[in-house]
């Protein structure tokens, strides 16, 4: 039941995004955050190794730093194989990003100002480097409209890349497989409904006559989505004890802190050298 809630509450996150916002943010930046992404999820696994801890908490970490914090290590969990303390490992991911982002979400805008950035690069650094949207919605929107707006289109284009990031960290953890059943079973059907919904409501969202039915159902669905988020993240907290959370000691927070500031440094620099 709590599974199949969270699938659905990540599959109609796709209605957030009008793939026509995405594609006018640029060629440059799309490389940007794609680069950043990519880098902050391998380094998620080798952090991980380094502090002796396994490929799976790596997976969660990276993903929920890349991506898009909680409903990304949701996502990733739910294509993970059942281990030893993942309740434990999902959990404190879903705490620490949240925590990281809220930092971010006051460090990162005057880091900006001190970089001598402008409305559009600032949009782009706080999109690309915050870990929850909702954060980085509220860092940007404090700056100002056009930054908030900058900043939300290049966040949402990171909750775009949740399809291919949850498909490759499946099908790494399926590999012994033979190839054609492994690349079935690592593509979730949540994340098929995902991009589904995302090309649905770019085409919709296009359409003004469609506008008058189609809004009021999105809006439906968002709320259902950011409940069903909140519902699983709730029922994950019911399930894991604070002891073991606790108990997961530094090397947990490390992890995290490490890919955090990874992904700042690649945004940071690929955005200092596109100037």
Wanted: aromatic share 8%; hydrophobic share 60%.
């Amino acid at each position: 039941g709590l599974k199949t809630l969270l699938r659905w509450a990540v599959a109609l996150l796709g209605l957030r995004i009008a793939l026509g916002e995405i594609i006018a943010l640029g060629l440059g930046t799309a490389l940007i955050v794609v680069l950043s992404m990519a880098v902050t999820i391998v380094a998620g696994f080798f952090i991980a190794r380094a502090f002796g801890q396994t490929d799976y908490y790596g997976a969660l970490a990276g993903a929920g730093t890349a991506v898009c914090g909680a409903s990304a290590t949701l996502a990733t969990s739910a294509v993970l194989p059942a281990y030893k303390g993942k309740e434990a490992d999902v959990a404190f991911v879903v705490i620490a990003v949240n925590a990281l982002s809220t930092v971010a979400m006051v460090l990162y805008p005057p880091l900006c100002t001190l970089l001598g950035f402008d409305a559009t690069l600032t949009g782009v650094m706080l999109g690309a480097t915050i870990h929850d949207v909702a954060q980085v919605a509220g860092s940007g929107y404090a700056v100002s409209e056009p930054v908030g707006n900058t900043a939300v289109i290049v966040k949402l284009f990171r909750v775009l890349l949740l399809f291919p990031v949850v498909v490759a960290i499946a099908w790494w953890f399926l590999r012994p497989k033979p190839p054609l059943s492994a690349l079935k079973t690592s593509v979730p059907g949540f994340a098929l409904v995902f991009l589904a919904l995302c090309i649905l409501n770019s085409v919709l969202s296009a359409m003004p006559e469609a506008a008058e039915i189609y809004q009021p159902v999105k809006a439906v669905l968002g709320h259902v989505s950011t409940w069903g988020l909140l519902i699983a993240i709730a029922a994950l907290g019911l399930s894991t004890s604070l002891g073991a959370i606790a108990a997961l000691g530094w090397r947990h927070v490390v992890t995290v802190s490490g890919t955090t500031v990874i992904i700042l440094f690649v945004v940071t620099a690929g955005l200092l050298l596109a100037r």
